[in-house]
């Protein structure tokens, strides 16, 4: 491959826009997005929107997401809303199409004091979602809005999925995520990349557990043998969850806190167990799976029951060989473009877990460089934006070309399924 004067043509087409690029992004940290403010969920959406049907000439839909439960501290189930994914499609009819998926919320409460950018002495962007990703997002309009001046544009219709509610799993964009992956033939996925530039190539599965132990409450001090203690229980149950590590290679168990319980002179009745895995593979998480379901159905002590809810919201991604070719295609790529591209494995998951179980190579990791993500640390380079937007525009512009076969890719993919 080569850098070809259309080529060239859409990358100066990044390159002469950075600072709109950069500021836009800085503007949409500005709003609050956690992933349960849904009025800031709901208001930055509507600027990503207006932006949007401002730069790019594509079908514009706002997608209704249905409602998940939530299992609170006490085991009390409510519906947790979620605003509307934000859906972006261009040739839908191209024989080829293209996959892209960020998120629009973030990890950062209303309440969180971490509200804005400002720009560190070293000269690194210190924001809430600058990283983590609303400079993902900026990449994708950049690169998108380049590549629709490419004349090989043509050949290639492309989809984008914004989602309100990847940071808590992606429970209601999910199936959205599955038909985009089934239906399309490359995912580009804009998760940060690491703060050396590199990209995350396995990721390990993860899985999101709740289990509720409901007891009997009584006086602990005059009728303390007619209570059943919950949290009691909890602990032991905890305890056997913890002792799943070391079972098996790869497999982790994160007992990550119980909750419930009473005031010390009442045997508590109620008890939450919250807790993740990760696991390498489909056959780990098939086994870790079945040993969750057997502690969770097995009561430590007569006169407890368990409720248990979560599962497995991340299949695992391993370097099969669709993978590896791929990774290997956007390595020539970047070495065009002077990036020196490197893949690490990772124990993180993010929507190219799903997109990958749905039969879809993908690349998830191309959006800016950055680091202490999920911290009031967090950062961004800016000159990464304009680095990270040309690597995808380029992507975009040899899969026109026929240079990247992404249907071959496909294919190579459905044959591991």
């Not at 149950?237 to 009473?262: E, F, P, S």
Request: proline share 6%; hydrophobic share 40%; with cysteine.
């Amino acid at each position: 491959m080569q850098i070809l004067p259309d080529d060239q043509a859409a990358l100066n087409h990044v390159a002469v826009r950075e600072a709109a690029i950069i500021d836009r992004a800085i503007q949409w940290c500005d709003l609050n997005s956690g992933s349960r403010n849904v009025e800031g969920l709901t208001q930055q959406l509507g600027l990503l929107e207006a932006e949007a049907r401002r730069s790019l000439a594509c079908q514009i839909e706002r997608v209704p997401l249905a409602d998940t439960i939530e299992v609170g501290d006490t085991g009390v189930l409510t519906p947790q809303p979620h605003p509307p994914a934000l859906k972006l499609t261009m040739r839908p009819e191209a024989p080829t199409q293209i996959v892209m998926t960020g998120h629009y919320d973030t990890v950062y409460p209303a309440s969180s004091a971490f509200q804005s950018v400002k720009r560190r002495a070293d000269g690194a962007l210190h924001g809430p979602g600058i990283a983590d990703m609303k400079g993902g997002i900026s990449v994708i309009l950049a690169a998108l809005e380049a590549f629709e001046t490419h004349p090989a544009r043509e050949s290639v219709g492309w989809t984008v999925l914004l989602s309100p509610d990847e940071e808590i799993g992606s429970l209601g964009s999910g199936p959205l995520l599955a038909k985009l992956g089934a239906r399309g033939h490359l995912g580009l996925t804009y998760e940060p990349a690491m703060p050396d530039g590199s990209l995350a190539g396995a990721r390990k599965g993860s899985a999101n557990w709740r289990l509720i132990v409901r007891g009997r409450s009584a006086h602990a001090g005059r009728a303390f043998d007619e209570g059943r203690n919950a949290i009691a229980g909890a602990a032991i149950l905890g305890a056997a969850l913890h002792g799943l590590n070391g079972q098996r290679d790869g497999v982790t168990v994160n007992v990550a806190k119980i909750t419930g319980g009473a005031p010390l002179n009442v045997v508590p009745d109620i008890a939450v167990i919250h807790f993740n895995a990760r696991v390498p593979d489909k056959a780990a998480a098939d086994w870790t799976a079945e040993q969750v379901a057997a502690i969770a159905r097995d009561a430590p002590f007569e006169g407890l029951s368990m409720e248990l809810h979560g599962g497995f919201t991340r299949p695992p991604k391993p370097a099969d060989a669709s993978q590896q070719a791929l990774m290997d295609i956007v390595t020539r790529t970047g070495t065009l473009l002077g990036q020196d591209i490197v893949f690490k494995s990772s124990g993180g998951v993010c929507e190219g877990n799903n997109l990958h179980a749905a039969g879809l190579p993908n690349i998830d990791t191309l959006g800016v460089r950055g680091g202490d993500i999920h911290s009031e640390n967090e950062f961004a380079w800016p000159e990464s934006f304009v680095e990270r937007a040309q690597l995808s525009t380029l992507i975009l512009a040899k899969v026109a070309s026929g240079e990247i076969d992404a249907q071959a890719l496909k294919r190579l993919r459905l044959e591991t399924l």
